[in-house]
């Protein structure tokens, strides 16, 4: 995005808050509506399956509806977004990490109707498998070096979007993704991916 489109962004998304705290819930529907694809792809990525990153989606934007009283209307919307969203996540991977539930990924790809259905059927086997493989690979890296990855490679956030997010520094965030690539890069090799 541009500077200017993400001005505008910005801009429609303080808008829509002021309307939401002011009562007009239609506001925070906008917000919904174009966030949930973002933070659906997030959740599935770190949660692993279909079902979890839908209800995880859902109490993200509860979570956001009942704390945007609290929201800097000066600062941006989008990184307090997805700094909420990487929270809730990861209560749900320790929860998950306490009742000794393993990620398991769907076969379903994360943006269902990504592939063409006049794609070649044998073409559409090999993407969906690789989704699944990297899917797979992605699972096995440590929390902490997936949520870099999935902010930074997945979703395109900068480098200093991630840290603010996540809470951390610039150089940590460049150093987990570095390993995480070179985690997943073995693992991909080690299964004749190249």
Known sequence: MSEREIAYRDAQDTLAVKETIRGNRNAFTSIVEHYTPLIY????????????????TQEIFLKVFKSLKKFNQKKR????????????IRSCLRKRKHLKKNISYDDEIAAPGAFSNSEDPNKLMIRREAEKTAGEAIKRLKPEYREVFVL???????????AEILGIPEGTVKSHLYRARNQLKDYLTKRGWR
Do not use: C
């Open 77 to 88: 919307f989008y990184p307090w977004l997805y700094t909420i969203a990487v929270n809730h």
């Open 41 to 56: 792809s997030l959740a599935f990525r770190m949660l692993g399956r279909k079902e979890d990153a839908e209800e995880e």
């Open 152 to 162: 930074r490679q997945i979703e395109g956030l900068s480098v200093s979007e991630a």
